[in-house]
């Protein structure tokens, strides 16, 4: 069930430059079904912004009724959500769309997940799913530079993890693209979550694999309703269009036309 | 006695508060959040005759206080809406408000037909203002005489009373409010969007693919509630009232301004429970304002 | 090389940024606070031929993101503007644009002839799009045809080049734009305010005495730019653009939309600085923009 | 000279029913020259609200660099400003205005300080000075009821002060006028702050006193620059009009039309 909740702030910290983790507590978390989903955050009660902002949900756990978001303070909204105090309530819808499902990759395989920049969030939930029932997971994060890099150790906990640089200041250089051609791995389904040319880049360069990609998109009412988010699809006799907050974020390979 | 009753042609309304049309979808959405029987009224997406995509994206932009979208009209089409979304509606004790749009009159007039045979569609809402869409909308809202004649063969074939949704992207909104009204219009709605652009700092392309887009949300609230100040006094056919409203105290301005009832937009977006929230506070404001029934409101402005 | 320099019908201007008329009086107030050389123009206070007291108060009202005013003109006179307002601005290095307005194609035409002939007056803005008095004003804004007439009735006893302002009340723009084009018009400004109202709560009565008010502020922007970019696209005199700007993103903003320069109105009532703060962050963001001169940014929109 | 400056919170609290008194520290205390003036307040860097709020000075101190602000959480902007906490900043323009001249009156004099709920506060610097210079006070001071009350023993400590409510709940019952009909007091000169209706009556109770009257008007600028303020004068031939916020807040009784 979808619910609006005024979430309490646990913790806020920078944990690289401009990347802001963040983490509520509230009876939203027993809602999430997937790695994957999704809030829709009203930053504050004024009209300046206006429109709610999309974040992934990069971990959660309904224990403690908690869940870390992991954000780029970017533009206005995102910027004063950077600046809110631990203890203050944030406003937000959620959980939002469909996720990842750890239940395609069985036990023993091994999954290649594939993250770039703000992309990589989500990534760090299902890679906790997937090494939980015994799959496999290497992870491949792309970041701008060094200062932007996050979660590496995190993610090194959970299996091998690849850091590719923009301008090499941190681990390779390059797009992750280019780091899978050069070492490429062996896996049998992929999970990407990323700028639209990376996602095009991976769909192109695997086009026999089982793979997932997460999708963004300009969101309005964040649920369905407003039309704002479609895509069209590879097959649009069949299906003409979805909606990345709804139907998405996450699609199978070959569905979203890109 | 239900204070918040408003009898309209068409329509009895247990509430004056409705979504605004492509604010809400077909309401399948909405219904998974909260009873859509709270409501006063639906106003459904616009419907065109056959199914449309709409423009590319990115379809939405946000500015101060407002929102810009160029949707494009994206629908189903008539027959799925007929056969699908309508039906799915029924079980909610709530009047509908089909919207229809189309590219030439004949359009129009094939959806109207058989969009207002619908056993729960109460009135239409006339699209001849739509900004996001190359031909027809806009071109419609924008002549006084296109304007008339859309809305006399609309009327010919409604099953239901028609309601014409005005733009405001003219220099006398009354001239086309009278001409619609003069061809038999039973209400008109107002207002849709103003024609806005957002551009990108970096590139300073425009953000929405279409380039232009409807400035919409609590920017333009001022604009309405002088059309529906002016309006109100140019003709005798009721109002329903919409641009930027966002809580209460915005029902009680539109009421006052003239509008006999209010339609919610952008603000689903921003507080996707705001109808009910809205229909919920609006006795206790009454009490405050010292006023039995909330049609004791409507036209305050007027007053001398 | 000056980065900020605009060359412009009758303005060498070392920047492009200028106070917007009505928002800044005779510069005597802002003189106060900071070197009115370092502007790039001063657009004064709108100029009548007899005195003017305007409208009754309240004649300001706040809206989302934006405020409604209802000044209705006031004004001291052409005499008195050209006895003591024009030469107490000629202690500064900046060129002053006459904001010229009246009731009738004469009272313009004698403003215009003997306010354009002050030493420090280098180009005139003609008013044909104040929405807050009853006669004249945006009658002429709304009309090509008289727009036109009125155009070259000013162009024809001007010493300067005549900028003529539009008004955002219109359903096209670029009708009125070409309109004073072919009257030999030397450029355009826009946007003027639109119109809104804005109720009491508690009475339900407009808050301005005088009921309408003209829209600006940030909740304009969108139009204005829209509005720009659209001109822009239609005419081949330059733009001085308006309507909202209220920081250094903003003007760029506006000069990709089309505009040549920008004036900035509201804003200087929320920060009495803007102009010169925005004028010493503008090199800054050439940087980064990786502009060499300010000029390439204008029209960056119509790039395909 | 009138300065911007972000001003350091002091302190903040309720002193009455909604009636906040905030204490501001910074450089712009030292060029307040009179009581009476006031400053414009922008209450957050947002566009909502979008306006400036013109407060009047209540009381400032040189040596501290202290001023003293009391205001009513009214609508937005106040509401906003009454929730800030004590450490944060405030951008402040001013001090705008022309106040009151204690001079006017001479020591040993009695003056009759009038304030009406809002307008009570510049009469606090007021009565200050003036009881500084030797003149004695009367203070008679309106409110709606005893819940809005503020400030009544700091007044009492100056002088003579009289509370009186429309509802009768504190003081004597009925409005200011009533009370001073009542019981009425010899004096050499009124001060007198608050609503329009106020000022009309107390003005034509003493047509032959001197009097200072400060009014109130929605403002835009607040310099004198927007002709927002205006108001027609009594004598419209020498000066048609006059602006509340540069040529006021505070005129001579009969200055302006009521
Ligand atoms: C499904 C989904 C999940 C996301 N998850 C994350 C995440 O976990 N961490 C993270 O840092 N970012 C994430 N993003 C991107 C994030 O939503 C944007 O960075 C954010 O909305 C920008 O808002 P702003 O206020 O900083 O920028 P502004 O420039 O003020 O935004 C203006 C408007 O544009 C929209 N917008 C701007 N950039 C984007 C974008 N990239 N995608 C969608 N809308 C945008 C904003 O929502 C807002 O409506 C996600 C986006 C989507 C669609
Ligand atoms: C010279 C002067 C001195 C003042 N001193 C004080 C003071 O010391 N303490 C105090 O509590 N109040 C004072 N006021 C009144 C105070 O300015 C208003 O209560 C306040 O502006 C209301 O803002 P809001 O955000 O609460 O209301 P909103 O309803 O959000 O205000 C909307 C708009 O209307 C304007 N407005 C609303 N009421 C008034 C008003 N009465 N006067 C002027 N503008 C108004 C606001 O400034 C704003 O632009 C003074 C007003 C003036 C002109
Ligand atoms: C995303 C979006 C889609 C819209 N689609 C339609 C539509 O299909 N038909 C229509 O008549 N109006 C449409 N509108 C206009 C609204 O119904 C309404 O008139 C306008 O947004 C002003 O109200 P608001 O400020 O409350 O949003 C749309 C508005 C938005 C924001
Ligand atoms: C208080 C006020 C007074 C104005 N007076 C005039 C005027 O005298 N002449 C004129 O051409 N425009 C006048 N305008 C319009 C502005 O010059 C400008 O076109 C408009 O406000 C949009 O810009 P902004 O959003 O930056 O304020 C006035 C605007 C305001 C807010
Ligand atoms: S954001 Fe509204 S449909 Fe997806
Ligand atoms: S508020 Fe602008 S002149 Fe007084």
Do not use: W
């Not at chain 1, 203050?88 to 023993?108: K, M």
Request: aromatic share 6%.
């Amino acid at each position: 069930m979808i619910l609006q909740e005024q979430m309490t702030i646990q913790s806020i910290r920078e944990v690289a430059d401009r990347i802001y983790e963040m983490v509520l507590e509230g009876n939203l978390v027993n809602e999430i079904s997937a790695p994957g989903q999704f809030v829709h955050i009203r930053v504050n009660d004024t009209y300046e912004p206006l429109l709610r902002r999309p974040i992934s949900i990069a971990s959660f756990d309904r224990d403690s009724g908690r869940m870390t978001l992991l954000f780029r303070a970017e533009g206005r909204g995102t910027g004063l959500l950077a600046q809110k105090a631990p203890g203050s309530a944030v406003n937000v819808l959620g959980p939002l769309g469909n996720g990842f499902s750890p239940d395609q990759s069985e036990p023993g395989s091994t999954a290649l997940l594939i993250g770039g920049g703000i992309g990589v969030p989500p990534l760090y939930q299902l890679s906790k799913e997937l090494t939980a029932r015994g799959v496999h997971c290497i992870h491949v994060l792309g970041f701008q530079s060094a200062s932007a890099v996050f979660y590496e150790k995190e993610f090194a906990a959970l299996g091998e993890t690849r850091i590719v640089t923009a301008d090499g200041t941190a681990g390779e250089q390059g797009f992750v693209t280019d780091s899978l051609r050069r070492n490429p791995v062996d896996f049998s389904a992929y999970y990407t979550c990323g700028p639209t040319p990376m996602l095009q880049a991976i769909q192109a360069a695997y086009p026999d694999k089982q793979g997932f990609l997460s999708f963004e998109q300009r969101m309005g009412c964040g649920i369905g309703a407003c039309f704002a988010c479609v895509c069209k699809t590879q097959d649009s006799d069949t299906r003409p269009y979805v909606k990345v907050c709804s139907d998405g974020p996450v699609f199978p390979a070959g569905v979203v036309a890109i | 006695m239900n204070r918040l009753a408003v009898e309209l042609p068409g329509l009895s309304l247990k509430n004056p508060i409705m979504p605004a049309s492509g604010c809400f979808g077909f309401g399948k959405e909405y219904g998974n959040l909260y009873d859509l029987s709270e409501l006063g009224a639906i106003m459904i997406k616009a419907t065109t005759l056959k199914s449309r995509f709409g423009n590319p994206t990115p379809r939405v932009a946000e500015t101060a206080a407002g929102m810009l979208n160029a949707i494009g009209l994206q629908n189903p089409g008539l027959d799925k809406v007929l056969a699908e979304e309508l039906p799915r509606l029924e079980q909610y004790d709530v009047p509908i408000i089909a919207n229809v749009a189309g590219s030439e009159v004949e359009d129009y007039v094939q959806v109207a037909e058989h969009i207002s045979k619908a056993r729960n569609v109460h009135a239409l809402e006339l699209n001849i203002s739509c900004p996001n869409v190359k031909c027809g909308g806009i071109a419609f809202g924008t002549d006084p005489v296109l304007a008339g004649e859309l809305t006399a063969a609309v009327k010919a074939v409604s099953s239901v009373p028609v309601y014409v949704k005005l733009s405001p992207n003219v220099a006398d909104i009354t001239v086309i409010a009278k001409a619609v009204e003069a061809a038999g219009a039973d209400g008109i709605t107002m207002i849709n969007t103003l024609v806005g652009m957002r551009l990108d700092r970096k590139t300073g392309r425009p953000v929405i693919a279409n380039k232009t887009g409807g400035l919409s949300g609590p920017a333009v609230k001022p604009v309405a509630i002088r059309m529906i100040y002016e309006v109100s006094r140019a003709v005798d056919i009721p109002i329903i009232g919409m641009g930027g409203v966002s809580d209460t105290g915005d029902v009680i301005d539109f009421l006052s301004a003239g509008a006999s009832a209010v339609a919610v937009g952008t603000a689903n977006f921003v507080n996707p429970f705001v109808c009910p929230e809205i229909i919920r506070e609006l006795p206790a404001v009454l009490d405050e304002l010292g006023v039995d029934h909330i049609t004791e409101l409507i036209g305050r402005s007027h007053a001398l």
